[in-house]
């Protein structure tokens, strides 16, 4: 066996002549180790994007909680509402990105 996983192949031509070469060998798992790192890298990316989203839709649904309480008080302090509005803006811009990251890019 030749090194870096290739095996040597000979193919003989309908002329009689012989073609040697080398192709990968099957039973070798270095492409597959790759592949799964790779996919693993992709999969924990992703992963970790969604627990973010997902952190972010949480901390947007409280703030509209705690605003929509806060309009209910005779007495708010306006400057904090405009401020938690803000905040919740942010945060919906945030998880647009995020949604925007997360939806696969399609060549037309």
């Known amino acids: ?17 012989k073609v040697a070469d080398t192709m990968s060998d099957p ?29 972010l839709r949480i901390a947007h649904r409280d703030l509209d909680d705690v605003i929509h309480r806060l309009q209910m008080d005779l007495y708010v302090n306006e400057v904090q509402l405009r401020r938690l ?9 945030e ?6 990251e997360l939806i696969p890019d399609l060549n037309a």
């Not at 509005?85 to 811009?93: G, I």
């Not at 998880?95 to 925007?100: D, K, N």
């Open 1 to 17: 066996m030749n090194g870096g996983g290739r095996i040597p192949v000979v193919a003989e031509c309908s002329n009689g002549a």
């Open 27 to 55: 039973t070798d798992n270095n492409d597959a180790k790759f592949s799964t790192e790779l996919d693993s890298k992709v999969d924990t990316k992703t992963f970790q994007r969604l627990e973010r989203l997902r952190e």
């Open 85 to 93: 509005k803000k905040r919740k803006l942010m945060l919906k811009d």
């Open 95 to 100: 998880i647009a990105r995020l949604e925007s």
